[in-house]
C-alpha cells in the first residue's frame, strides 16, 4: 500500500526499559542494528499496526507495554534502488512513519525474538537513547535522529543515560557492554535466541526494502 508519492505507510517503535534504555535489534544475518519497524497493512490505524509489530518483531502484548508518546506527523525516509527489489522499481519511493515511544512494563523474559516463522532479529541488547546511528543503515539515519529527538522530550530530564553520542561508539572504558569481549564473541548485554549466534562480519550490511 503506497501513497500518491510512493512511500508506504510504517510504524517503528522506541521500547524503553525502566533505566530509559531502548530495545535495540540486529537483524537477521547482518550486522546492523536498528528499532522495530513494520509496514501498516489497508484498514489498520497506526496503533492497531504498532501492536502488530511488537508482537511479530519482538513477542510482546499490548499488557506488556504503555504508550508513552508518538511522533505528530509522518516522518519520512527514500531508499536506495539498489536496496528495492526489481519489481518496486519505479513506482516504490520509500517509508514514511509514525513512531511510537513504548515503556515496557513487563519483564524481559517477555520478549521473543520468534513468536512467528519470519524473525526479523537475531540478536537483541538494550542501549542508552541516544543509539549509535553508524550501525544504522545509511538512509535510515536521518529519521532515526528525527524520531529521537521529537521523543526525547518525553523522558526523565534528570536521567544521566540520556546525554550521549547521536553518532558513533562510546569511548572505551566509558560503561557496560560497549565492547566485545577479549574472546572476540558477543557484547555484554547482547542476547540471542536459541541455536543463534553473534556473527561479527559487517560485510552483509544490505537491507532489502520493501520490509515487513
Known amino acids: 500500500m503506497l501513497d500518491r508519492e510512493g512511500f508506504r505507510p ?38 492497531q499496526a504498532m501492536y502488530r509489530e511488537l508482537h511479530e518483531e519482538v513477542g510482546l502484548m499490548p499488557e506488556h507495554v504503555s504508550i508513552v508518546a508518538r511522533t505528530r506527523d509522518w516522518l ?19 517509508q514514511k ?3 511510537y515511544l513504548l515503556r515496557l512494563i513487563a519483564h524481559d523474559w517477555n520478549l521473543n525474538l520468534r513468536a512467528t516463522s519470519h524473525p526479523e532479529f537475531d540478536a537483541w541488547r538494550w542501549h542508552d537513547y541516544w543509539v549509535p546511528l553508524d550501525v544504522v543503515v545509511e538512509f ?62 559487517p560485510q552483509s550490511h544490505r537491507n532489502v526494502e520493501p520490509s515487513s
Request: glycine share 14%.
Open 140 to 201: 535510515k539515519r536521518g529519521v532515526y535522529e528525527m524520531a529521537l529527538t521529537e521523543l526525547a522530550r518525553y523522558l526523565p530530564r534528570n536521567d544521566p543515560r540520556n546525554r550521549y553520542l547521536r553518532s558513533g561508539t562510546r569511548q572505551r572504558g566509558s560503561g557496560e557492554g560497549s565492547q566485545e569481549d577479549a574472546m572476540g564473541g558477543a557484547p555484554q548485554g547482547l542476547e540471542l535466541p536459541p541455536g543463534a549466534s553473534f556473527d561479527p562480519d
Open 76 to 94: 519520512r525516509y527514500e531508499v536506495p534502488d539498489r536496496f528495492i527489489r526489481r519489481d518496486a522499481r519505479g513506482h516504490y519511493k520509500g
Open 10 to 47: 510504517n510504524v517503528g517503535i522506541i521500547l524503553l526499559n525502566q533505566r530509559n534504555q531502548v530495545f535495540w535489534g540486529k537483524r537477521i544475518r547482518s550486522h546492523s542494528w536498528q528499532f522495530p519497524q513494520g509496514g501498516i497493512d489497508r484498514g489498520e490505524t497506526p496503533e
Open 97 to 99: 512513519q509514525i513512531w
